[in-house]
């Protein structure tokens, strides 16, 4: 069975779409292709390696890649993580379904580096804890199903979008 493909993006794919991609392949590599871009790329943030390498992730090897990179390909899922109050985040066509969900630049924070490294570790948290909701609610592939006990039981199948799973 071919993977699903899952695009996330950020403008400087520097810092929260390195982080969700992380987080993602390592949580749903085995069934997802997982994949992050920007419209405008830096470096790899090196708080967002380590904050990542704190919890067994290394994305260390990533780089920051452009949207251009994929212009042409066709993803599942396009997921926008990043937000201001302009609102001005990249868009990527391509994509079957899309998501948005705005999570503050932990790389533009001012501090001191203990601040900046506490913010992204709260990023990450955050982060994780919606990707993870972001997978039962909208995306368990369709050979999944719910393991409840109880009245719950068989509650939710792998397309009942009402209800997570979680």
């Known amino acids: 069975m071919e993977k699903e493909r899952v695009l996330f993006m950020c403008i400087h794919n520097a810092a929260r779409s390195q982080m969700a991609e992380g987080l993602f392949r390592d949580l749903y590599g085995d069934i997802f292709d997982v ?3 920007g419209s405008e790329p830096h470096t790899v943030d090196p708080l967002a390696i380590k904050c990542m390498e704190d919890i067994g992730i290394d994305i ?23 937000g201001n109050p302009y609102n001005a985040c990249p868009f990527f066509v391509g994509g ?20 900046k490294f506490e913010l992204f570790l709260k990023i990450r ?14 995306m368990i592939p369709n050979d999944e199903s719910c393991n409840f006990s109880g009245e719950l039981e068989g509650c939710c199948g792998p397309r009942d979008k009402e209800f997570s799973c979680r």
């Open 60 to 82: 260390s090897h990533h780089r920051s890649k452009s949207l251009k990179e994929f212009e042409g390909q066709e993803f599942d899922y396009v997921v926008t993580v990043c």
């Open 35 to 37: 994949y992050s871009a």
């Open 96 to 115: 079957k379904k899309y998501f948005k969900q705005p999570f503050e630049d932990p790389s533009v924070f001012e501090g001191t580096e203990e601040e």
């Open 125 to 138: 948290d955050e982060l994780r804890e919606w990707l993870e909701d972001l997978y039962y609610s909208y």
